[in-house]
């Protein structure tokens, strides 16, 4: 690893005025060195992620970088500029520049080492030692920890199989000592003595330097204000979660991010700072006091918002189950994965494709390509595009939740085979269990490659040739020879059934669905009944049996939220400040059909919400499927009703459950008795103990 620069790749007196020219002088020593195979190509990848987000630091410093298909190994080049570049950062030109060249298909251990660069250049005694070393040889040596510097070299005490929690590795600042760290008493006090502890998440776009550079600056800001960091980066190549119990423990969270935070429901309850990356990395100790003046005025975030009854609170699942989760949980988190990504495909492909029916009849199903054939001023060439968009997205429904379920297992490497996998479950019919069977196959083909060992000249190649080309093999072989036809046989029985049910049958499904929507609102069983609805209207023409088990989905996904919003209008006195409130909005929400707006309810009174929930939802999910009311919409509760079949007979149907589940709720929360000692209700029937500061009050998960 040690000879990821040398004493060619360092110039010490560098001319350049422009960052361009920096990068071009730099990535000339690389092409001398055979380490970058095409200039152009790879300075054009340099200046792609410099759009992204300037790369100069605070403390004259540059440190472009990327990933490249034109670099055929790890490499560093440094550059010192007696007039200074300028970077794009606050403080002015930087002296000190880095380029940092990774291949594509970089492997964790060389992750590892250009993540320690990073840490190092927040360090003022090794950046001090680069501006005054006197030979290229020598700075090369310095970088690659080979000379006394006051400080550990990059490479030093890097082990060899550093890819091992590389990109993902978890940061702990030690700010206090133990005896304060446990919690010892101050004499004379009889409160424990114990720092303000943070957790923190960085990361940036390419997960190579400011990631690092971020957790590295916000370690050292803690130390000296004598505050407990522990930092979770968050990079490409995966992540190592903090301890649930060190995040349990801490005192604020601090998001430095330029890219989505994952799991982020796991830091929700707490007070909360989310800034950029750059932001932790200029000015850390101001973030720390940020956080911490939050949590004196007990300001607290909650867990995730509320989405749509297909896609959950945080939609974005990209976990595989900690490895203290049963088989089961693990399971479950696999599949919800597939399907949060895969709603927002059902929900656009899905309306648009309602909107074309609205606009150009149920026969705009036949109209020619727009290709072929469009006419501006005609209604029905709109209509025929947006049906025909529509379709293109809903031809993605399979691949992607087959990818994606295979990412819950395997990350980034799962995407390939999944996708792949996916497709042909399309191209043989197998249609949704034919994408679920293979995602799970996917996710574990890739596992199980991964735990072989490989000679560390493979690793490069592994993310971007070997695991795809084998795992795609595998599983396509799998699919198209061995389980593909029996799952679409499989697949075809259940459409067949479906399109049979009627009667008795027909309401018994209804009710079983209505139960499914209205169980964790949101929540695995709710996706379940959604994802089991829009699957069979995934197509061009769906059968009238699958356009009626979407209206029946959907009437009782709007039941729990509009019960909540009645219930607190017409028995206000049951319910305390917040949760009036809150009924407000569900008004609202249940009429979007976003389940999610009666979670504050169930999680302030589950015992009696959920159980009348259910029952209403049954009631409508039963009359709906009576009544014979259809739906080719996937989504937009009442603003769909247009183009539902029989809409005033669907209309009393959802009145139906939502009355239901009102008088239960009502009844229930009558009965009940309230606790020895309890404050009799204020005025208007509000809990006096509500509104008091510290009081606790329900928060939507």
Request: hydrophobic residues 50%; glycine residues 12%.
């Amino acid at each position: 690893m040690s000879d990821m620069i040398t004493a060619d790749l360092v110039d010490l007196d560098l001319s350049a005025d422009t960052k361009e020219a920096a990068a071009r002088a730099l990535a000339e020593r690389m092409v001398a060195q055979g380490r970058v195979t095409d200039l152009d190509g790879f300075l054009a990848d340099v200046a792609a992620r410099e759009a992204q987000m300037p790369t100069g630091l605070d403390g004259g410093i540059g440190i472009p970088h990327c990933r490249s298909e034109h670099v055929t190994e790890p490499t560093l080049a440094f550059g010192r500029s007696a007039a200074g570049v300028d970077f794009g950062a606050a403080d002015g030109p930087a002296d000190l520049i880095f380029l940092i060249a990774a291949p594509a298909g970089a492997d964790d251990a060389h992750l590892t080492i250009l993540s320690a660069l990073a840490r190092q250049l927040m360090n003022a005694e090794f950046t001090d030692a680069l501006r005054s070393v006197g030979d290229a040889r020598a700075a090369a040596a310095l970088i690659r920890g080979e000379e006394p510097t006051g400080t550990e070299g990059v490479f030093e005490g890097v082990p060899e199989n550093a890819s091992e929690g590389a990109e993902d590795s978890v940061a702990v600042s030690a700010a206090a000592s133990a005896e304060t760290a446990t919690g010892s008493p101050d004499q004379g006090s009889d409160e424990p003595r114990r720092p303000f502890r943070v957790v923190a998440v960085t990361s940036c776009p390419t997960g190579i330097a400011h990631t690092y550079m971020a957790a590295e600056s916000l370690e050292n800001a803690g130390r000296e204000a004598g505050v407990e960091v522990a930092v979770e980066t968050q990079g490409s190549a995966g992540f190592t979660r903090l301890d649930p119990a060190v995040i349990e423990a801490a005192d604020g969270v601090i998001f430095a991010h330029d890219v989505p935070v994952r799991e982020k429901d796991r830091f929700a309850g707490k007070p909360t700072v989310d800034t950029g990356v750059k932001a932790a990395i200029n000015r850390p100790a101001e973030l720390i006091g940020e956080v911490r003046g939050k949590a004196a005025r007990g300001e607290v975030t909650a867990a995730g918002s509320a989405g749509s009854a297909g896609f959950g609170g945080a939609t974005p699942v990209e976990r595989g189950g900690g490895s203290g989760e049963g088989y089961g949980t693990k399971l479950r988190i696999w599949l919800m994965s597939g399907v949060s990504y895969m709603v927002p495909f059902v929900a656009a492909g899905g309306l648009l494709i309602a909107l074309g029916f609205a606009i150009g009849g149920y026969e705009i199903n036949k109209a020619p390509s727009v290709m072929d054939h469009f006419v501006w001023s005609q209604a029905d060439s709109w209509a025929a595009l947006l049906f025909q968009i529509g379709g293109v997205a809903f031809a993605f429904l399979v691949p992607v939740l087959a990818g994606y379920i295979a990412y819950g297992m395997a990350d980034r490497p799962g995407l390939v085979p999944g996708f792949v996998g996916g497709s042909i479950a399309l191209t043989i019919n197998a249609g949704f269990l034919g994408g679920l069977a293979a995602g799970l196959i996917s996710g574990a083909v890739v596992m199980a490659i991964q735990r072989i060992r490989i000679p560390a000249a493979l690793r490069g190649i592994m993310p971007v040739v070997v695991i795809p080309l084998i795992s795609s093999a595998i599983v396509g072989f799998l699919m198209f020879v061995v389980i593909g036809k029996p799952i679409a046989s499989a697949q075809k029985a259940m459409t067949d059934w479906l399109s049979d049910l009627s009667g008795a049958n027909a309401v018994l499904l209804g009710a079983l669905l209505g139960l499914m929507m209205c169980f964790d609102l949101g929540g695995p069983v709710n996706k379940v009944a959604y994802a089991f609805a829009t699957a069979g209207i995934a197509v061009s023409d769906p059968s009238d049996s699958a356009m009626k088990i979407m209206a029946a989905v959907m009437a009782a996904g709007m039941v729990p939220p509009l019960a909540m919003a009645l219930a607190t209008t017409v028995r206000s006195k049951l319910f305390n400040a917040a949760e009036r409130e809150n009924g407000k909005a569900a008004w609202v929400l249940g009429a979007s059909f976003i389940s999610e707006g009666a979670i504050p309810f169930a999680a302030a009174d589950p015992l009696r919400v959920i159980p009348s929930s259910m029952v209403g939802g049954a009631v409508t999910g039963a009359l709906s499927m009576a009544f014979g009311a259809t739906l080719r919409a996937p989504h937009g509760g009442i603003f769909v009703v247009p183009l539902i079949g029989n809409p005033l007979l669907y209309l009393v149907a959802i009145a139906a459950g939502v009355c239901v589940t009102t008088a239960l709720v009502i009844v229930l929360k009558g009965l009940r008795k309230p606790a020895p000692g309890a404050a009799a209700p204020g005025p208007g029937g509000a809990d006096p103990s509500a509104s008091a500061p510290g009081a606790s009050q329900p928060v939507a998960a």
